[in-house]
């Protein structure tokens, strides 16, 4: 059984400051160490329920933050950015039996993490047939993209109820919810344990309702936090510049949505 693991950090338990996500911050060592924690819980997992093969997709910012010793020997993992389209999923093909999410958090132009955003700072909403979409939906259809169901999902209590509109059986588990700038969180050796024991469940259960159906059509509305930055994505073929902030974008192929959000939101 070959697994996917996309991992990204402001999800992870307990984190609460982007000093604390970003290289050089008085806090990332310390986090640094627990995404790799929750992600080699999902390995963990994933190997008590079966899977041969995992390859994990370092997906945070510059996506060489786990400490790649600590992994198991039967992983594999996918380091820094190709430039593929893909992105935070880049690696995954249909071969692959299953996804797993870990350390996801909400989406930007919500509330439910003090670190929500989608993509980078410089977006302030993006929305995908006029519901407000995160990282995770981004992903989850790129998921569907290659016929891979979804099994799991860390982070943000809202990721975790929003992950469960979009994918019914999806198993989640919410380490943390946040409050204004603030956050409660379970205790990251807690939130370690259930990862491993929430993956195994999860892999060990019928997926077959998990493989997200892709809409017909995609309308996708980019809000930036600057009308500069609007103005030059403006020009990639097939955008509408609708507001000052605001990019409009209408296609059939989700590939085509893929490729259009690489190359505007760089």
């Known amino acids: 059984m ?27 060592q310390e986090f640094r160490e627990q995404m790799t924690a929750e992600v080699v819980a999902a390995c963990e997992g994933a190997r008590a329920a079966g899977a041969t093969d995992v390859l994990i997709k370092d997906a945070h910012e510059s996506g060489c933050n786990l400490i790649v010793s600590r992994l198991p020997d039967y992983a594999r993992i996918v380091r820094a950015w190709s430039g593929h389209p893909h992105v935070m999923m880049f690696g995954l093909d249909p071969s692959f039996h299953a996804s797993v999410f870990i350390g996801y958090h909400d989406a930007a132009g919500s509330d439910g ?7 980078n700072d410089r977006i302030a909403s993006l929305s995908i047939n006029g519901e407000l979409a995160s990282e995770f939906t981004v992903n989850c259809y790129t998921a569907a993209l290659n016929t891979v169901p979804i099994a799991f999902l860390s982070g943000d209590r809202q ?3 929003a992950a469960g509109k979009l994918v ?7 380490v943390s919810e946040g409050f204004g700038r ?12 259930m990862i491993r024991e929430g993956v195994e469940e999860a892999l060990s259960s019928d997926l077959g309702a998990n493989l997200v159906a892709l809409p017909e059509n995609f309308e996708v509305v980019l809000k930036f936090n600057n009308a500069s930055d609007a103005y030059r994505s403006s020009f990639y073929p097939g955008i509408e510049h609708v507001e000052a902030c605001t990019l409009r974008f ?5 590939f085509e949505v893929l490729r259009t959000l690489r190359f505007i939101t760089v």
């Open 159 to 161: 990721i975790c109820a």
């Open 2 to 28: 070959k697994i996917f693991i996309s991992a990204d950090i402001e999800g992870c338990a307990a984190i609460t400051s982007w000093d604390e996500v970003r290289k050089g911050g008085e806090g990332y």
């Open 182 to 193: 603030a956050s409660i969180s379970i205790a990251p050796a807690k939130a370690i344990r």
């Open 113 to 119: 993490n003090p670190l929500a955003h989608t993509m």
């Open 168 to 174: 019914p059986g999806v198993k989640t588990l919410a």
């Open 250 to 254: 209408v296609s059939r192929d989700y």
